[in-house]
């Protein structure tokens, strides 16, 4: 790591969490400094062997959410294994795990009994649905999170089918969360000296997220449909097919925009319109104004659009592949990119940290970690043990370490 200040660089993280949500809460800590400790199965993490693009033996989908930190194997369903996960709990500041509610308390590493040892520590779970009520055990990835939030109905041509996001928003959001809630509660432990036990479901945090839809709903009573590729309230915020087959999104959402994305597309007598010249007027005569726009923007190539509306202080953008975003000369200014090198010489690239401390310089970012790359040296500087013992402990497959 660099010599850069580190906001959590005084926090350790004991991480129990698998597959997404959980890896990329504990992601967002590692990443501000926190000594992220992952806790694995012997036979790793299951998206070490996602397909299909592999590097250094684990898979593109693995590195995307885990750098910056340290794996560990321990078989804690073992009576000494539980006895050294609860020393290594003694040593941490948080436990996050997203495992089945009452997963873990079977194994008898439960709030209650961590915190029995612990009192400080800041134990977060994630789950489906959450830790209580009716729906509680119900197994959850995050399309079905998506499908049951609402969220999806949402997403999709009107007159189409319902589609995915086609970004895990269900698994990312919950690790969002799941992070701030963390920062909130040891900022919380500074007071009061003690712990917290947080329940973050995914299916909580899509609700929250649904916003001005749910709202929308409440007041209503009308059930929101498909959105397709514009705003329900804001006909001029939507995208538009260009001439040469580009789709270009246009955010005209201020009489002032709406006036200049007229005269920019030659629709002046559109935007000169009385009925028009209010939110509300254009929202009732939003059928109108989307075919005129529609019409109009095939009369020019999606970049000229581009130039056009910047210059008139619209504010606009082609739909970009991945490809064509990751290669965005912002992005690479932002380093968005991180290229990470392990001490086999082995070359990643993974999506950047956004969060940016402009007067601390970029951090230094580690390789994401070999299954139980670090069990040796966690056990030897946080609990003692001497190598003797850990190969005693490994020998009775209680551990394994490199």
Request: hydrophobic content about 40%; glycine content about 10%; overall charge negative.
């Amino acid at each position: 790591m660099s010599g850069n200040p580190k906001m959590l660089g005084h926090i350790r993280v004991l991480d129990l969490s698998l597959f997404l949500s959980g890896p990329f809460g504990s992601q967002i800590l590692a990443d501000m400094g926190a000594e992220v400790i992952k806790v694995e199965p012997a036979g790793g993490d299951m998206t070490r062997q996602l397909p299909p693009n592999f590097i250094a033996g684990d898979s593109a989908y693995f590195h995307s959410v885990n750098r910056n930190k340290k794996s560990i194997v321990i078989n804690y369903k073992t009576p000494e294994g539980l006895a050294l996960l609860k020393r290594l709990a003694c040593e941490c500041d948080v436990l996050l795990e997203n495992q089945k509610p009452g997963g873990l308390a079977e194994h008898g590493v439960s709030y209650d009994t961590i915190s029995a040892v612990n009192p400080r520590i800041v134990y977060c779970s994630i789950s489906g649905f959450g830790q209580d009520g009716p729906e509680n055990q119900r197994p959850a990835y995050d399309m079905v999170i998506q499908a049951v939030s609402g969220g999806m109905s949402l997403t999709g041509e009107p007159d189409g089918s319902s589609v995915r996001a086609g970004i895990p928003l269900a698994d990312l959001s919950a690790g969002m969360y799941a992070a701030t809630a963390i920062c909130a509660a040891l900022e919380s432990r500074r007071e009061t000296g003690r712990g917290r036990c947080i329940d973050i479901s995914m299916l909580d945090c899509q609700i929250a997220m649904l916003t001005y839809q749910a709202s929308y709903y409440l007041a209503s009573g009308v059930v929101p449909g498909r959105q397709g590729r514009g705003h329900e309230s804001i006909p001029s915020y939507r995208s538009f097919t260009a001439r040469d087959g580009r789709d270009v999104v246009v955010c005209a959402n201020t009489d002032r925009m709406w006036n200049s994305l007229c005269d920019a597309a030659g629709l002046h007598e559109l935007g000169a319109e009385a009925d028009l010249q209010t939110r509300r007027g254009r929202y009732y005569h939003r059928d109108r104004i989307i075919a005129a726009f529609d019409k109009a923007f095939l009369e020019k190539d999606a970049d000229d659009w581009v130039k056009a509306l910047l210059a008139a202080g619209v504010p606009v953008g082609t739909v970009n592949t991945v490809g064509e975003a990751l290669q965005n000369p912002q992005v690479s200014w932002r380093n968005m990119i991180l290229e990470l090198t392990d001490d086999e010489g082995h070359h990643l690239r993974v999506a950047g940290n956004p969060i940016k401390l402009p007067h601390d310089g970029e951090r230094d970012h580690t390789f994401p970690p070999r299954l139980a790359q670090h069990t040796r040296e966690v056990l030897q500087q946080v609990l003692h043990l001497s190598n003797v013992e850990i190969e005693a402990l490994e020998s009775r497959n209680i551990l394994k370490a490199l």
